[in-house]
């Protein structure tokens, strides 16, 4: 049927699309570990992290029996003439309580350093903190980030596990950093820093932890994220088509099991990463990620007790497998945007994501105004027809 061709033509693209995307591999920008970043005063480092939380880097020396402390802090603040800020905190694991080193641009207009002794979040009065500090700098980079160097005299030798805390803020005014925003990845940028075993050279706990925190990424944005929705767009308007009947059909059980088998990989590496995230639960990310393993998992099920097309209870099933499906599709969406506020990669890919769902759903819409001119043409030509009958239709062609 000729009148196929434009939308089949369109599905092959966006499938050659979501196809190509899935081989990027994830987040090239965090390619640029800590491991190979260098600084302009050439200083050199024992030990490293990429900081899990706001795209930051954290490189360190720690002389034990001296107990001092040499670090560079690499950070971007979300403005220009923001401030970039690494803490040390001795007697809580948040913000309250941290000894925090803060570079901004001073009153001078050359960017600075200053210690602060933060107890709440009233505004910033400096001060004394709990390590001296013997000198400090800061360093600039073209594409915004700032480095900040210091080096500490810590007060309790032997104490070589310390809680950090790390943090971006887009405005300084009278001299005074002002509030940081209050992003999940604002408010996850903490955790414990073992000065004794950062992670030198190549592979590293911090690295292949942010392996996997993308690998979870790239598998769920893919299954829940794509191909589920994508399956629902395939048995929604390929149908129209009496020439793809019962091919949709095959088509669409084909592309939502293997997005489940995707899905429950990437679910998987979910539970994974959550059971070792002890200090921080996110929720709603969470349960979303759960009820989409149940919903998903039911739908597989259902298929199994499918009634007959003729069955009276045939319509019931139809309108339990739409629902569950279009909530799979909504909820997937939706948490993969949590995903992303999370895991914070570079901007792109969010900017990524967003034009493949949008193309998706730009098929969707023109597709349903393609399906409604078929159907009514149909219906004036005076044929009975069948082959589409909208949300809860009663499946009455000769799919399986
Ligand atoms: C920081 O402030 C708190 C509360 O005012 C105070 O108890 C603590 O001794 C201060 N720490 C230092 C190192 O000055």
Known sequence: MAASSPPLSLLTALLLLLFTASLIPPSQSQAATCTKQSFNNNKRYTFCNDLPSLNSYLHWDFNEAQSTLSVAFTATPPKPDGWVSWALNPTATGMAGSQALVAFKQADGALGVKTYNITSYAPLKESEVWFDVEDSSVESSSGGAIT???????????????????????????????????????????GSLDLLKGHSGGSTDGNSKLKRRNIHGVLNVVSWGIM??????????????????????????????????????????????????????????????????????????????????????????????????????????????KGLDILQPDPKWKRAYIIVIAVLGGIALVSEAFTWVVVLKRRKAGKSDNSYEGYNDGHTRQEP
């Open 228 to 337: 589920f929705p994508t399956g629902i767009v395939m048995a929604r308007y390929l149908r129209v088509f009496p020439s793809a009947d019962p091919a949709w059909f095959y088509l669409h059980v084909s592309c939502q099991v293997s997005s489940y088998a995707i899905g429950v990989a990437g679910f998987g590496t979910g539970l994974k990463l959550g059971s070792e995230s002890k200090s921080i639960t996110y929720s709603v990310h969470r349960n979303i990620g759960i009820t989409l393993f149940v919903f998903a998992t039911l739908q597989v099920f259902a298929l199994l007790l499918r009634p007959a097309k003729d069955h009276k209870y045939r319509i019931y099933w139809n309108v339990y497998h739409h629902g569950v499906g279009y909530s799979v599709a909504v909820l997937g969406i939706i948490n993969v945007f």
């Open 148 to 190: 900040l160097f210091a080096t500490l005299v810590l007060p309790e030798k032997g104490r070589t596990v310390l809680n950090h805390v790390w943090q971006v803020g887009g405005s300084v005014s009278g001299g005074v950093p002002l509030k940081h925003e209050f992003q999940p990845a604002n408010l996850n940028a903490k």
